[in-house]
């Protein structure tokens, strides 16, 4: 079992930055590959970031490529994801999840990969 935190959300007016953080614990953390996901209201929940176990390789929706910044600390037990350049269409509950991975270099995009959630942390970005 692994345990998900995160923090790091708020109220931001457009063009303004966020640090999420998400905190886990339970499991040796560098098994796993880390993935940031968000649903807005009245929408489907949406892949966002991603990085492999061993930090080597991430990948972006499309949306937030240039403004987005995932990266991990395994020491630390903990994946961060920069956003910046904060639109309001970014505005949504964001989502920490932990995918137990094979190889170290795999990162998902598919919400139904991970096997971890954590409870969500508002963003809201003002125009």
């Known amino acids: 079992q692994v345990q998900l935190v995160e923090s790091g959300g708020g109220l931001v007016q457009a063009g303004g930055s966020l640090r999420l953080s998400c905190a886990a614990s339970?499991?040796?953390?560098?098994?796993?590959?880390m993935g940031w996901f968000r649903q807005a209201p009245g929408k489907e929940r949406e892949f966002v970031a991603t990085?492999?176990?061993?930090?080597?390789?991430?990948n972006y929706v499309d949306s937030v490529k240039a403004r987005f910044t995932i990266s991990r600390d395994n020491a630390k037990n903990t994946v961060y994801l920069q956003m910046n350049s904060l639109k309001p269409e970014d505005t949504a509950v964001y989502y920490c999840?932990?995918?137990?991975?094979?190889?170290?270099?795999?990162?998902?995009?598919?919400?139904?990969?991970?096997?971890?959630w954590g409870q969500g942390t508002q963003v809201t970005v003002s125009s």
């Open positions: 999840a932990a995918d137990q991975v094979s190889s170290g270099y795999y990162t998902g995009t598919r919400y139904w990969e991970y096997n971890y």
């Open positions: 339970g499991r040796t953390f560098s098994n796993y590959a």
């Open positions: 990085i492999s176990a061993n930090g080597a390789r991430t």
